[in-house]
């Protein structure tokens, strides 16, 4: 609405054309966080100065690529939306990974003042943690307060603030396809990004067991259960693997990359590694009782064979469908994932959003460069 009034205000045919341009530009790459996103934004900036969610994506954008003139932008994103609660969040968000504190908990100090006004808005919720909470609130898909990590070193924190959803095209599909009472494993949940929204697909007659190994995200799971009132997601804290034990979790800066160290012998950082408990999903079916699994989503950082190694029982007894992680870290296809499912009798398709279309894997070469494959089981009618 605010780009509709400014664009409808242009003064002539030139102007309103470098408006659409610089609409084009900030709206052309969903990760608007990396280096590429970032140039993008810097050159719509020029062509839309008075945009707030422009400044917002420029500011966030500029930190998370460790460049603190992305406070600028914040600045000016919060001059353009004086009130809104986006724009002081971030500020709040920046100065607190800035190790700034009194600018910070102004920011915060702001937040509790609307928060204690608008106690029912959820948009200010987050206002009533401390400084030194390690979560806070962000609003998501207008039906759920989700937990996040306080910073904006976690990629889910600054691309919900900055954008308010999450940008992976195949989430379009992931709720398409989910229907109430079906049942639902996330693998590498995360803080709920996907678990949160098949909660909300399949309803309190369905079920969503959330896998995650870091017991900071645990944390933010079961809080967004317990402030949202949510009894259909199981939190599993541990890593879905192919056995049963102990395992090191190395942790990383954005808790989205975190992995388990498959190499026994290697030295690290005992600083940067937490032990985790370990599970294959084929125990966890029989220790929940399940009598179905219709979607199983992975997403475990180059771990994926091995989740898989874990779950032969439920792939032959369930056949769900699958969306995995097709490129984790640097590899440009998870190749033994794709031959492991298609050995399985598995179908691999890639999404295209808006026209909803799953396009078939015809060989490994197009496998490279796509963020996420979906996998049908033989039986499975598109």
């Known amino acids: 609405s605010e780009f509709i009034e400014q664009l409808l205000k242009s003064e002539d045919a030139l102007q309103q054309a470098m408006m659409l341009l610089g609409e084009v530009l900030w709206q052309s790459h969903p990760i608007f966080y990396n280096a590429f996103g970032l140039r993008l934004l810097n050159l719509a900036v020029q062509l839309l100065p008075e945009s707030s969610v422009v400044n917002l994506q420029l500011g966030i954008a500029n930190l998370a690529n460790q460049q603190e003139e992305g406070l600028l932008f914040l600045h000016r994103a919060r001059q353009l939306l004086p009130n809104h609660p986006a724009m002081i969040q971030a500020l709040y968000l920046a100065y607190r990974d800035l190790g700034q504190s009194v600018a910070a908990q102004f920011w915060l100090n702001l937040a509790q003042n609307f928060h204690q006004k608008y106690p029912e808005d959820p948009s200010w919720q987050w206002g009533q943690f401390d400084l030194d909470s390690p979560i806070t609130y962000v609003p998501f898909e207008n039906k759920f307060l989700l937990a996040v990590e306080a910073s904006f070193r976690s990629i889910v924190t600054l691309v919900l603030v900055g954008a308010g959803s999450w940008f992976e095209a195949e989430m379009e599909f992931w709720q398409d396809w989910l229907k109430p009472g079906m049942t639902v494993i996330d693998v590498g949940a995360n803080v709920g990004v996907y678990t949160f929204s098949a909660a909300e697909k399949v309803g309190p007659e369905g079920r969503v067991l959330a896998i995650e190994p870091f017991s900071g995200c645990v944390h933010c799971l079961e809080e967004t259960c317990r402030i949202n009132q949510i009894n259909w997601v199981t939190v599993c804290a541990g890593a879905a693997s192919d056995r049963n034990g102990i395992a090191r979790l190395s942790l990383h800066a954005a808790s989205e990359l975190n992995e388990l160290i498959t190499d026994v012998n ?91 279309k799953l396009h078939p894997i015809d060989s490994m070469e197009t496998l490279f460069n796509k963020l996420n494959i979906i996998a049908l089981p033989p039986e499975q009618s598109l």
């Open 266 to 356: 290697s030295e690290i950082d005992p600083d940067t590694v937490e032990e985790v408990t370990c599970f294959s999903l084929d125990s966890l079916v029989e220790q929940e009782n399940l009598s179905q699994v219709d979607f199983l989503k992975i997403d475990a950082e180059g771990h994926e064979v091995a989740v898989l190694s874990g779950s032969e029982h439920l792939l032959q007894t369930f056949s769900p469908v699958i969306l995995y992680e097709n490129i984790a870290g640097t590899q440009g296809a998870n190749l033994p994932v794709a031959e492991f499912l298609q050995a399985r009798g598995y179908r691999l398709f890639y999404y295209q959003p808006y026209l909803k």
